[in-house]
T-cell receptor
Framework: GIQVEQSPPDLILQEGANSTLRCNFS?????LQWFHQNPWGQLINLFY???GTKQNGRLSATTVATERYSLLYISSSQTTDSGVYFC???????????FGAGTTVTVRA | DTEVTQTPKHLVMGMTNKKSLKCEQHMGHRAMYWYKQKAKKPPELMFV???????INESVPSRFSPECPNSSLLNLHLHALQPEDSALYLC?????????????FGPGTRLTVL
């Protein structure tokens, strides 16, 4: 199956800092999603971005499908940004979402 | 409305009990999914239903029995579970389209097996 690698595994930020999370994947994809899992376990959809660039407030994402990676940018981080960020992909002929191991982000006040 | 609901939020059961988890969506999606997530791990796919038919079973033990009674509902029947089955169980839904199949997740049921 498709392999998904996320880096870094852990990230500690001071409030107001900017950061970049990376997702590498091993094959062509027709679905790439970024999620934020809050402390209660809810997976919140951040972006559906199999290619291109999108922005939503302080968050933005870029996927370069030809080079098989995606980046999630967090600007002016807030304590509410803490949690685990997952990248997940589906291959071109599949509905199965394969998740990366996640990046645990801790934002300190 | 991009909401997927799950009940109950928490469930504690003994190894001889029979219980069910429920999931509901009203987004008109015709694909529904069950995932299992252990602590500090990513979600792992268990089952996929497409047009109310089981299309993917990721070699899940038979003590987990899924059911899709209609296009909005998905159940997971539990029987004779083991303590290692304790986990967060997540339901998701999406369109049935390889061109666009963004998945939306419910809040999960946190299951503890004693």
């Amino acid at each position: 199956g498709i392999q998904v690698e996320q880096s870094p595994p852990d990230l500690i930020l001071q409030e107001g800092a900017n950061s970049t999370l990376r997702c590498n994947f091993s094959d062509s994809v027709n679905n790439l999603q970024w999620f934020h899992q809050n402390p209660w376990g809810q997976l919140i959809n951040l972006f559906y971005i199999p290619s291109g660039t999108k922005q939503n407030g302080r968050l933005s994402a870029t996927t370069v499908a030809t080079e098989r990676y995606s980046l999630l940018y967090i600007s002016s981080s807030q304590t509410t940004d803490s949690g685990v960020y997952f990248c997940a992909v589906c291959s071109s002929n599949d509905y199965k979402l394969s998740f990366g191991a996640g990046t645990t982000v801790t934002v300190r006040a | 409305d991009t909401e997927v609901t799950q009940t109950p939020k928490h469930l504690v059961m003994g190894m001889t009990n029979k219980k069910s988890l429920k999931c509901e969506q009203h987004m008109g999606h015709r694909a529904m999914y069950w995932y299992k997530q252990k602590a500090k791990k990513p979600p792992e796919l268990m089952f996929v239903y497409s047009y109310e038919k089981l299309s993917i079973n990721e070699s899940v033990p038979s003590r987990f029995s899924p059911e899709c009674p209609n296009s909005s509902l998905l159940n997971l029947h539990l029987h004779a579970l083991q303590p290692e089955d304790s986990a967060l169980y997540l339901c998701a839904s999406s369109r049935v389209s390889l061109g666009y199949n963004e998945q939306f997740f419910g809040p999960g049921t946190r299951l503890t097996v004693l």
